[in-house]
């Protein structure tokens, strides 16, 4: 992962609601990166049901077509 768009904050405040009372920096990283990537692939999915639509724009119906596939 070369940059991320997704705040170790963030990362911390998700594991926080999880029920954490403490989060490593190393558990904040890893989870940014895995949600990350699993987001990466999920949009290159929904490129395709948008592409195949003959749109330019990513639509809520592809992302949600997307995860259904992804699941």
């Known amino acids: 992962m070369t940059e991320s768009y ?5 990362m911390e405040n998700i594991l926080r609601e ?3 009372q403490r989060v490593s920096r190393e558990a904040k990283e890893e989870l ?3 949600l990350q990537d699993h987001a990466v692939s999920i949009g290159k999915v929904a490129l395709t049901y948008t592409e195949h639509a ?3 724009t990513v ?3 592809d992302i949600e077509s997307s995860i259904n596939v992804d699941e």
Not at 6 to 10: A, G, I, K, Q, V
């Open 6 to 10: 997704l705040s170790l904050n963030s």
């Open 18 to 20: 999880a029920g954490a």
């Open 32 to 34: 940014r990166t895995y």
């Open 54 to 56: 003959g749109r330019k």
């Open 59 to 61: 639509k809520a119906e």
